[in-house]
Each structure stands twice: as structure tokens, then as C-alpha cells.
């Protein structure tokens, strides 16, 4: 949890360019340096001198030493709780760094507490990032949505936030300007673009929960408080989607048991923050989901009856694995559960000519199965249904490991989310800032065999061309001391058919190792399928007296067939 401050260097403002930030002279050094927007006392822009990462590094008052680092443990421990249930959160970190800014906040702390440096929250600058700017304003309906740039997107994610937010008693937890929440854009299976709600600065969770005598009413749990200045809400004035999104994280804390719930504190926490005072934050979660628990219990009992069904197994995972088990479960809740009704088994081909068709899941599994195969490149077209093959894929290798520990762990990521300086790393990264993983957790994940699904290789901003292979196990050395020849891993790489016929073979080959890469192209969808996708869609929509599909094709309706070769599912 805390970082050498060696690790960490104030960026001088010539540094950074075009990031839109003021800059300020600190006092003492008399160096220009950028300074984000905030209330916090101290913050300035820091590069990790070992990987050249930006950081936003912040002290939120002026106090002792065990003050500032008090307060920097709660903001650490509320974001690991946020990170755990699938909201995406900026990676944290602690450390202890000279003061900066004006000749008056030096001479508070020198005079107050005879100090020159104080402890410092480091968040990693989160790409793409973009706050909102303002409090939504809620409107009845399906869908919460979002005005960016003028346009109207459908936004995803709110009710994760609000449901974890509510639980810790976050009373800041948008902020009345919006600025304790943002969002990136991402696209969904469909290829439209929506906005991905992300939460940061969670400096007012457990507000009140030291004081036993004045801890927080449960009453209160009906309604939503979005900022400390700002009105609080009415759970049934949020939109439908963003109602069932808070119902589904609430599930998932509800099922979470007491030994997960201590290890949100770890041992520097405990140590920071007082065993005593830990016992009475536990003890007010506790109560606070139970009431929670008891507003809510009507829709719970209606939500997806198999989410109990799997408690057991999934509680019987180590934390390391329910961290990826929780973000893999979050996103096919939210992204693939209504697309999967549609889904069509679908057939691959060893070349582009589909003149050898195979089914896609024996080719799956074969490969799972083959010693000699460790790269499968899954090609196709755009909108020919790679992003939610390899979604699916995900769930199944996770069902399969529940049921059988010797199984692979799937980890699955979205390439298009990382620039060209950062695509390197992108399993490393996805691990340290989804998943918050630690350095012991690596080393246990080291112990398993693992599947990396990397979607979109034709995705990467600015068509960067990299070997993430030899990026995996050169990120991991140097992450965690010989893991080089550690690591068991397979990767499946998804990627345009059409890209990848301008790609060196060279790409997808790790050097000094021996392997054999897997080529398979998805195939069009054969008449019988297309019959068969068209039906499951109209019984599904039984109320919308669709026509009967299976005569409209065989009057030989070219155009329809056509389009339902790549129907993008």
C-alpha cells in the first residue's frame, strides 16, 4: 500500500502538454508544476520514475503525518471496495512526498507540525477519462442517458456506483458539480458507442462511521444522497436500467461473506486507521446492507434466481480470483446476458475461402486442449460477432472452472481501451488497475494456467502493431522476478480479417519459445442458422406479432440473406 517516495517525481509544467491544468510555482522549489482542479490542500501531476506513468497526487487536508495518512488509507480502502464489485476506478497508491504550493501551506504545516512532507493518495491517470461536469439529472425511463458534445449517448455503470456509494455511506459520492464521477466511451457488442460511468475520489466514504453513538441510520437507505450539498433522491426517480444495475451489485454484497468483508483492510490499513475503529466499520457495513437488504428484498428474490444457485461456488474463491471473477460476472450482466439469447453457434475455417468449416466451440476446445498450440487468432469481419464470441467464451471457461479447479482462468481484455505507449502492458495494467491486484496476488496467479482473450487487436489506438505476447512475459518479469518461464498461458486474440492480412506473422510468436499459432476465420451464417437466429429473436418478441422469417427465406429473399451473413450479433 505504500509506495518509496523515490518511486515518484513532480512533473515540471513544460512536461505535460495540452492537459488543460493551471499551472503553479511551488514556494519552496520554485518549480512550475500542473495542478489539477480539487479542494485538496496539495495535488500536482507525478510520473513513476520506474514505468513513466502519470499519477495525480493529492493531500486532502493540512494535519500530522498519521492525520494525512489516516485519511490517505480511507480513500485507499473505499476505492479497493468500489474496484471489487466492477466499477471502474483509478489504480491507488500511498506515499509519503515533500509538501507543494504556496509559502502558506509550507509554513502551516512547518509551524502546526513541525513537518515538510506529508502522505500523499497517488491515483494513476485513468486514459480516456472525462468527469461529468454536473449532477445528472434523472428522468424516468429505461435508460439513463448522457450529453456529450451535444449528443445524447446511453450511459452504463451509474448503478454499480450508487449502490457501493450508498453502502459506505459515500455522501460525496457524485459531487453537486459532477466531479467525483466521469466517464469513458466505449462501444458495446453492437459496435454503438455509449458512456462507462468510472467513480474517483471516494474521500467521504464511511462518513459517520466512527461515532458509534451517531452512526448513520439505516432509514435513511430508501433515498440516494449524490453530494454533500446536494439534495438527496428518491430510489424510484432513477431509470429502470440504472435501477437493476444497483439491485445486481446489491446482490453481490449481500453474498458477500465476513471474511472478504475484513480483508478490505489490510495490514497498513489496520495499522493507520486502529483495530477499533476497523471492528466499527465492519460492524456499520454489516448493518447497512441488512438494510438495505430489507428496502429492496421484493426485487432481489425476482433477480436472476441462478445468481444464488452459484453463491457457494463463487464464495469458495480465493479474493484474487473473485476479484476477476466478479468484473468478468458484472460485465456479462450488464453487455451480454439479453445478446446471448441470440446467439448462434457459429462455424470457423482455416482459411478465408471457408471451403473446411468446423464448429467454433470444437475449435475452442481443441485448442484448450493442445500442448503445442498456445496462440489462437480468431479473424473476421466487422460485425461478424468476434467481441461477444470471445464474452462468451470468458463466462464458459469460468463455469468450467467452478466446477473443476484445474480448469484455466480466463482473462479477458478490450484492446481498443489502450494507447500505443500502454498496449504493452495491457494484462499487467488490467490486473494492477481493474483488479488491484498486489504483488502476492501475481505470485498466485502465477500458480494457475491461464487463458488471455485480447479483443480487438485492430482496435489499438492509432494502429499501434505490437507482440503482446512478448510484451505479457517481458511486463511480468519485471513486474514479478522470474516469472518468465512461469507464466502458462494461452492467448486468443481476436482481430478484422481484413487488418490482419497486412500483419507480419512475427507478431503473434513469442521468441525462444515453441509454439504453434492457430488461425481461424469465422465463417458467414448458413441458412439453416439464419432461420434458426431469426426465430429465437421473434419468439423473444412474441409481443411485437413479427412475421413468420423461416417462409420469408425461402421465397429466396437475396437482400435478407445477405445481411444475415453478418448480422452483427
Not at 431509470?239 to 495490514?267: A, G, V
Not at 439453416?528 to 423473444?540: A, P, T, V
Request: aromatic share 10%; charged share 25%.
Amino acid at each position: 500500500m505504500l509506495e518509496p517516495s523515490e518511486h515518484f517525481r513532480l512533473i515540471p509544467s513544460h512536461e505535460i502538454m495540452n492537459r488543460g491544468i493551471e499551472d503553479r510555482k511551488d514556494a519552496r522549489t520554485g518549480q512550475t508544476y500542473k495542478r489539477p482542479s480539487g479542494t485538496s490542500i496539495c495535488v500536482g501531476v507525478f510520473e513513476d520514475t520506474q514505468t513513466g506513468e502519470h499519477w495525480i497526487g493529492k493531500v486532502g487536508n493540512i494535519g500530522t503525518a498519521q492525520e494525512t495518512l489516516l485519511e490517505a488509507c480511507k480513500e485507499k480502502v473505499a476505492n479497493d471496495i468500489y474496484g471489487y464489485y466492477g466499477i471502474r476506478v483509478p489504480r491507488l497508491r500511498i506515499c509519503r512526498l515533500p509538501i507543494i504550493g504556496e509559502d502558506y501551506i509550507h509554513e502551516y504545516f512547518q509551524e502546526q507540525y513541525d513537518t515538510t512532507h506529508a502522505y500523499y493518495v497517488m491515483s494513476r491517470w485513468l486514459d480516456r477519462f472525462k468527469p461529468y461536469g454536473y449532477l445528472p439529472q434523472f428522468k424516468s425511463g429505461e435508460q439513463h442517458q448522457l450529453i456529450i458534445e451535444g449528443r445524447s449517448l446511453n450511459e452504463k455503470g451509474l448503478g454499480h456506483i450508487l449502490a457501493v456509494g450508498q453502502w459506505l455511506n459515500d455522501i460525496d459520492v457524485l459531487n453537486p458539480g459532477g466531479k467525483n464521477i466521469g466517464y469513458q466511451l466505449q462501444t458495446d457488442t453492437s459496435c454503438q458507442l455509449y458512456a462507462l460511468s468510472c467513480k474517483i475520489d471516494p474521500g467521504y466514504s464511511f462518513y459517520g462511521f466512527e461515532d458509534i453513538q451517531n452512526a448513520p441510520e439505516p432509514v435513511t437507505i430508501s433515498n440516494l444522497r449524490l453530494g454533500t450539498t446536494a439534495e438527496m433522491i428518491s430510489f424510484d426517480q432513477l431509470p429502470k436500467q440504472t435501477q437493476r444495475e444497483y439491485h445486481l451489485t446489491l446482490m453481490k454484497i449481500i453474498n458477500t461473506d465476513n471474511k472478504t468483508l475484513n480483508s478490505f483492510f489490510p495490514s497498513e490499513a489496520r495499522e493507520a486507521i486502529g483495530e477499533k475503529t476497523i471492528k466499527q466499520w465492519v460492524r456499520c457495513l454489516d448493518e447497512r446492507r441488512e438494510a438495505m437488504k430489507t428496502v429492496h428484498q421484493t426485487t432481489l428474490k425476482s433477480l436472476h434466481p441462478q445468481e444464488e444457485t452459484n453463491k457457494t461456488n463463487t464464495q469458495q474463491l480465493p479474493d484474487y480470483l473473485q476479484r476477476l471473477h466478479a468484473y468478468a460476472q458484472f460485465q456479462y450482466e450488464t453487455e451480454v446476458r439479453e445478446k446471448a439469447a441470440f446467439y448462434i453457434d457459429m462455424d470457423v475455417s482455416p482459411s478465408c475461402s471457408n471451403d473446411v468449416r468446423e464448429p467454433l466451440q470444437l475449435s475452442l476446445t481443441s485448442f484448450l486442449k493442445s500442448e503445442s498450440e498456445r496462440v489462437l487468432l480468431l479473424l473476421g469481419a466487422s460485425g461478424s460477432g468476434k467481441s461477444l464470441t470471445t464474452q462468451l467464451f470468458e463466462m464458459k471457461l469460468w463455469k468450467a472452472y467452478l466446477k473443476d479447479q484445474n480448469q484455466p482462468i480466463p482473462i479477458r481484455i478490450e484492446l481498443k481501451q489502450f494507447s500505443n505507449k500502454t498496449v504493452g502492458q495491457c494484462v499487467l495494467n488490467n490486473l494492477l488497475d481493474n483488479y488491484h491486484y498486489s504483488h502476492e496476488y501475481l505470485c498466485k496467479l502465477q500458480k494457475h494456467d491461464i487463458i488471455c482473450i485480447l479483443d480487438g487487436y485492430d482496435e489499438i489506438a492509432d494502429q499501434t502493431k505490437v507482440n503482446l505476447i512478448e510484451t505479457f512475459f517481458k511486463s511480468m518479469k519485471d513486474k514479478v522476478k522470474g516469472s518468465n518461464e512461469k507464466w502458462n498461458v494461452k492467448f486468443l486474440i481476436s482481430c478484422r480479417d481484413n487488418y490482419y492480412q497486412g500483419l507480419e506473422s512475427t507478431l503473434f510468436h513469442a521468441k525462444q519459445k515453441s509454439h504453434t499459432v492457430k488461425i481461424r476465420y469465422l465463417c458467414p451464417i448458413l441458412p439453416k442458422h439464419q432461420i434458426e437466429y431469426l426465430m429465437q429473436y421473434r419468439s423473444k418478441n412474441a409481443h411485437k406479432n413479427l412475421p413468420d422469417y423461416s417462409t420469408i427465406l425461402k421465397d429466396d429473399n437475396k437482400s435478407l440473406s445477405e445481411l444475415l451473413c453478418n448480422p452483427l450479433l
